[in-house]
């Protein structure tokens, strides 16, 4: 973890605010789907935003994670190391990221490495945790383990079907958006070349 003084001024405003974000409740309700998810031996830690984040800042639990959302043999990370040295762990968490992004996480709604390494956005982290589950719950495909009522359902694809006769018929419709010409009259307009009468 980097070694940082206090912040000060606008950056202390900043941190409290993001700071407000964390949930207490979802971040039980994370690591009870997590526990349950991987089906290991995987310790519960104390509750608190500084426990949770040294959970997963070593980068196994959440490699473990993503492994157990996909069939056997299948795994994204075919090794997950425990070691002690920073780079090795960040770079656990940044596999993790990929494979997230590659399970179907938006990259929008994926953390930067440093928001859990350095504790920075642990709001973040949580949002892709729940983004992670919203589209496990969403793809079905029987890995999943827990409530599905935990993570909501992505919304699915809903296409619809036009006939050729009901997309002619609505090239005959002018939309209110186009706006109207009623009333529009260029009478009293000048000529070109002509001066601008001012009175």
């Known amino acids: 973890m980097a070694n940082r003084g206090p912040s000060y001024g606008l950056s202390r405003e900043v941190q409290e605010k993001i700071e407000q974000k964390y949930d207490a409740d979802l971040e039980n309700k994370l690591v009870d789907w ?11 830690p104390p ?24 069939p056997p043999g299948q795994e994204p990370i075919p090794k997950i190391s425990e070691s002690k040295m920073a780079f090795k ?3 656990q ?16 709604d994926i953390f930067q ?3 859990l390494w350095e504790g920075k956005d642990m709001a973040a982290v949580q949002r892709t945790l729940m983004a ?4 496990a719950v969403t793809k079905d495909d029987g890995c999943y383990r827990g409530e599905p009522s935990w993570f909501h359902r992505k919304a699915q694809q809903n296409r619809r079907g036009f ?3 009901q997309l002619r018929q609505g090239q ?4 209110l958006q186009m706006g109207s010409n009623k009333g529009a009259s260029q009478a009293g307009m000048t000529g070109y070349g002509m001066p601008r009468q001012i009175m």
């Not at 992670?132 to 589209?135: D, N, T």
């Open 113 to 115: 490495t440093v928001d």
């Open 47 to 70: 509750p608190g935003r500084a426990h949770f984040q040294k959970w997963l800042m070593d980068g196994t639990v959440l490699c473990k994670l993503i492994n157990s959302l996909y």
């Open 163 to 165: 006939s050729e006769e």
């Open 89 to 91: 762990q960040m770079e």
């Open 172 to 175: 005959n419709v002018i939309g």
């Open 132 to 135: 992670l589950g919203s589209v």
């Open 93 to 108: 968490i940044s596999q993790f990221l990929k494979a997230a992004e590659t399970y179907g996480v938006r990259t929008t």
């Open 34 to 44: 997590i526990i349950l998810q991987c089906a290991e031996d995987i310790e519960h």
